[in-house]
């Protein structure tokens, strides 16, 4: 990638940068006018992928379900989306706080296309941003124990398996934010 703004900066109009191969890349909160946008991208996703993220290879979400999905709730919820040239949602990545308000749970996905490209690494330091922003201070997620390269991906951003849950079907990964190292 060229043009490589700070990683890990807060969503705005300066986290833009052209991909190897040209792509036109912006990085930014969801909105209300992605809807569409955001159905063709989770139609798009491979059954795999789509097992991956949402636990079943076949879903797909109502208009309803996709226009709640691009209007979070600002207390509770904060969705980042990478889109590529203007029309394409190339990934996506939301935490919803906990009822404690202390932590988040995350989830996120890129499109087939552009896995393997740096997007995952970047939206989720964008996503951690906006939650020491917000004063949070742990994140964690879910993955299923087949998922092995979301694990390792996990590992490589500083995200620890919980103990007991490395045998379960579903795995529990935590991260501590706010220190130096995080």
């Avoid at 993955?143 to 620890?160: E, I």
Wanted: hydrophobic content about 40%.
């Amino acid at each position: 990638m060229t043009n490589d703004p700070q990683d890990g900066a807060p969503p705005g109009p300066d986290n833009r940068w052209t991909a190897a191969d040209g792509a036109s890349l912006v990085l930014r909160p969801i909105a209300p006018a992605d809807i569409d946008m955001a159905g063709r991208f989770i139609d798009a996703l491979s059954y795999g992928t789509r097992y991956f993220r949402f636990g079943k290879g076949d879903t797909r979400f109502s208009g309803e379900e996709l226009a709640q999905v691009c209007t979070p709730d600002p207390d509770t919820r904060s969705h980042l989306i990478v889109v590529a040239n203007g029309t394409t949602m190339a990934a996506s990545a939301r935490y919803f706080v906990q009822d404690d308000g202390t932590g988040c749970e995350f989830a996120l996905v890129v499109a087939d296309a552009w896995q393997g490209r740096g997007l995952g690494s970047r939206l989720l330091r964008a996503l951690i941003a906006d939650a020491v922003q917000r004063g949070l201070s742990a994140m964690h997620c879910e993955v299923l124990a087949t998922n092995v390269r979301m694990q390792d991906f996990l590992r490589k951003q500083g995200f620890l398996p919980v103990s007991g849950s490395e045998g379960a079907p579903v795995r529990r990964f935590n991260r501590l934010l706010g220190r130096p190292d995080a």
